[in-house]
Every structure is written in C-alpha cells, then in structure tokens.
C-alpha cells in the first residue's frame, strides 16, 4: 500500500527541552520581546500613516517592513510561547505545512523589501537630484507590491514540494516552529530531489537580492568617498548603515541555515539562528532604523503632544 501523509496526523514539537529548568523565564522574556516588537513595529506604521513629514519612499518602506516583521513573529512566537509552557507541543500536519508556508512567505518578502529598502538609498546618494522624480508614488507602491506578490508566489513551490512529502514516524520535531530541515528529516521519502529543487528555488529569494545589496552598496560607498566634504560624508554613510547591518545579519542567518546542506548541522546551532532573523531583526529594527532618526521622534513627539 502507498504512504502518505495521513500515516502521521501530527508533529510533536519538542520547542527547547535542554532549558526546561528555565522555561518560567524564558517565557517571559520572550514574551516581553514579541510585546516589544508588536508595539515597536506598530508605532512605526502608525507614524508613517499619521505624520504629514514622513511621506517620503524611504518611510514608506520602512512602515512595510514593519508589517512583515509583525507577521513573520506573530506566525512563529505565539506557538513558540505555547511550547515553552506545555514542553511537548502537537501541531496537526497541515497547520505545520500552513507555518512553514507563512513563514517562508514572510522571509522572502523581507528579503525583497529590504533589496528595494537597498535600491531606494542607492538612487538618493548617487541620483539625489533625480531621486524624487525617480521614486515617485507609482514606482513605489509597485516595488512595495510585487515585493509582497513575488513573496507569497515563490514560496508555494518549496511549499508544495514539501507537502509532497511522506510522513511515516517518528513525528518529534526537535525544533520550536515546523521548519524545512526537520520536515527533511523526518520524511521516509527521497528528499534528495526536493532537497535540491529548494536550494535551487531559494536562488532567486536569498542570492540574487543579497547580491543586488551588495553591488549597490559598493556603488553607495563608491559615491561616498566623491564626496569632498567629512560630514557630508558621514550624512550620506549614516543613512545607510542601520539598513547594512540588517542586510549583514539577516542575509547571513538565511544562508548559514538554508543554502547550506543540512546534514552535520547542529539543531541548538539551528534555533539560535533561527531566533536572530525571527525575533532579534524584528527587535532592532524599531530602534536602528526608527529611534535613532530625528524626524520619527519629532513626529512622535508631536503625535503625543496632540493627543
């Protein structure tokens, strides 16, 4: 008789066991954290939608980013939390699948909103007189909508190639959210083929937009240094290093854990990866593209003084 899926009903989501002694404050911290994101990220939106002097493309997308950064972590950290306290988690197969699905969604569409954040600072420094007339309202909301489109799109193909899979037992993910590399592991079928078709897949998502970051920050740089004076220089370099660090942190994770093969990976090595590009990116953007910029706090401030 052929396998399938309906040979497992469900996955056991074992989350972090090596720390259930700590799992009270683990909890907590984590939940402070999501809280943080959810209002760090929602303020921002908010402002960009209120305040009449963040009209600008860079604001724009920055307020997108946010929303992304508040689907990937509400997609992940809510259950994330449910197993801390429960220790031993069921998740049914196809809502496993429908998370591994929204959560590869929310990656490739930061991925590619962080490329146009990228192609947005490279027309301001080496085209400013032309910048607004480049950037204007219509290729804006086209960038930010393709972005979402093309994320949701490409990801049904590792989606469907991962659903294709048979599912026999054992059904422990050693892991806190349904990931590719324990849906590999677990399978009884050939994953070689889908293995491969994935990493193939990932090219066009993780690849292709890191280098288009790349080549644009070198011609950024390349601007930079023309400039004659010092803090013009350190004006133009300043506005785009909060956005480089991101890319360094978060291109760097997405590779390590996806374009590398997962055999002799480390599952604690893999959680904390996952951890810096689910929680800690979303943390700090708030703050390393947001508090540290005058014009959101006076926005803020004028914001809260009107109210």
């Keep these: 008789m052929q396998k399938n899926q309906s040979s497992v009903l469900y996955f056991q989501l074992l989350g972090f066991q090596n720390a259930?002694?700590?799992?009270?404050?683990?909890?907590?911290?984590?939940?402070?954290?999501?809280?943080?994101?959810?209002?760090g990220n929602f303020l921002i939106m908010v402002l960009v939608l209120l305040s009449q002097k963040l009209r600008s493309p860079m604001y724009f997308f920055l307020s997108h980013l946010s929303l992304c950064d508040v689907f990937c972590t509400t997609n992940i950290?809510?259950?994330?939390?449910?197993?801390?306290?429960?220790?031993?988690?069921?998740?049914?197969?196809?809502?496993?699948?429908?998370?591994?699905?929204?959560?590869?969604?929310?990656?490739?569409?930061?991925s590619?909103?962080?490329t146009v954040m990228s192609y947005d600072r490279y027309l301001a420094i080496c085209y400013p007189l032309h910048y607004l007339s480049i950037m204007g309202a219509h290729l804006?909301?086209?960038?930010?909508?393709?972005?979402?489109?093309?994320?949701?799109c490409l990801t049904l193909i590792p989606g469907l190639l991962v659903s294709t899979l048979e599912f026999c037992g054992p059904n422990t993910i050693d892991h806190f959210f349904c990931d590719l590399a324990p849906f590999l592991k677990l399978s009884c079928s050939d994953v070689y083929m889908v293995e491969t078709e994935i990493i193939v897949c990932s090219i066009p998502i993780i690849l292709f937009p890191f280098f288009f970051i790349m080549m644009t920050y070198v011609n950024i740089f390349l601007t930079i240094l023309k400039i004659p004076s010092k803090a013009g220089r350190q004006k133009a370099f300043s506005t785009c290093s909060s956005h480089l660090i991101v890319v360094c942190t978060y291109y760097g994770t997405l590779i390590i854990v996806y374009m590398v093969p997962t055999k002799g990976h480390f599952t604690g090595i893999n959680k904390v990866l996952s951890l810096l590009y689910i929680i800690v990116t979303p943390f700090f953007?708030?703050?390393?593209?947001?508090?540290?910029?005058?014009?959101?706090?006076?926005a803020m401030r004028k914001i809260v003084c009107n109210m």
């Design 20 to 39: 259930q002694s700590l799992k009270i404050p683990l909890f907590c911290f984590f939940l402070i954290i999501y809280i943080i994101i959810l209002l």
């Design 77 to 110: 950290i809510p259950n994330m939390l449910h197993i801390l306290l429960l220790e031993v988690v069921p998740m049914p197969v196809a809502e496993c699948l429908l998370q591994f699905y929204l959560f590869g969604c929310s990656t490739s569409t930061e």
């Design 112 to 114: 590619l909103l962080l």
């Design 140 to 152: 804006r909301l086209h960038l930010v909508a393709w972005s979402w489109l093309l994320g949701f």
């Design 285 to 298: 953007n708030p703050i390393i593209y947001s508090l540290r910029n005058k014009e959101l706090q006076v």
